[in-house]
């Protein structure tokens, strides 16, 4: 079964500093990957997502990340993290149904002044 | 245009209890998702719609829940005798369809259900 783990559950990162959130995955074939980001009150957000080809992928909001299938990793990055950032960021991959999506259970993002 | 939207935002009902939850996709998808996200935990996934059939509802818990989507648009999700362990945000997504250029699920802002 397809699952995903996103190893940290809490980061805080000061404003303006480069940012980094982990992302591991269990899947046979070559998975499709995605980041979403969810504010208070706001529903799921799509960052971005990976199906195949070049493996660094951009996505809104200034973020990207990078799929590197040695490590089973698809970890989201952005190099100057802004206030309004904070959020709760879910990594999922879409299984072998080809719709259903297995999400992390998220990291949390705080960001100080 | 309009995203996805979901009434109530919030419900609170009393053990066993029936209640039910709506959700408006986006015009034009035909493929309709519930998941369930409890406190602390990433979204589960409950149920997909293809047009008006269930394609799949092995996600859901158990007999208690049931969806249904008689046009094709507005789908909502029934639980009957609610127990306090139903406690979560139900979101809906909508997309296009199916395939890489098509299946970018687009979430509502869910419905709070609290069963006291």
């Known amino acids: 079964a397809q699952s995903v783990t996103q190893p940290d559950i809490h980061i805080t990162v000061s404003e303006g500093a480069s940012l980094e959130l982990r992302c591991n995955y269990s899947?046979?074939?070559?998975?499709?990957l995605f980041w979403y980001v969810q504010s208070p009150g706001q529903g799921l957000q799509l960052l971005l997502k990976?199906?195949?080809?070049?493996?660094l992928v951009q996505g809104i909001k200034g973020f990207e990340a990078e799929f590197k299938r040695s490590q089973s990793s698809f970890n989201l990055r952005k190099p100057s993290v802004h206030w309004s950032d904070a959020a709760e960021y879910f990594c999922a991959v879409e299984g072998d149904s080809g719709y259903a999506l297995n999400f992390g259970k998220g990291t949390s993002l705080l960001v100080t002044p | 245009g309009a995203g996805v939207s979901q009434t109530p935002s919030n419900k609170v009902t009393e053990k066993g209890k029936y209640v039910e939850l709506r959700c408006d996709p986006i015009?034009?998808?035909?493929?309709l998702y519930w998941y369930r996200q409890s406190l602390g935990q990433g979204p589960e996934f409950l149920i997909y719609f293809q047009g008006t059939g269930a394609a799949d509802d092995s996600g859901l818990p158990n007999d208690r829940f049931f969806a249904v989507r008689p046009e094709g648009s507005v789908s909502t999700l029934k639980i009957q005798r609610t127990e306090r362990g139903d406690s979560a945000v139900y979101l809906c997504a909508s997309s296009l369809g199916m395939g890489q250029d098509y299946n970018e699920q687009f979430f509502g802002p869910g419905t709070r259900l609290t069963v006291l």
């Open positions: 990976y199906f195949s080809g070049d493996t």
């Open positions: 899947y046979g074939a070559t998975p499709y």
């Open positions: 015009s034009g998808h035909t493929a």
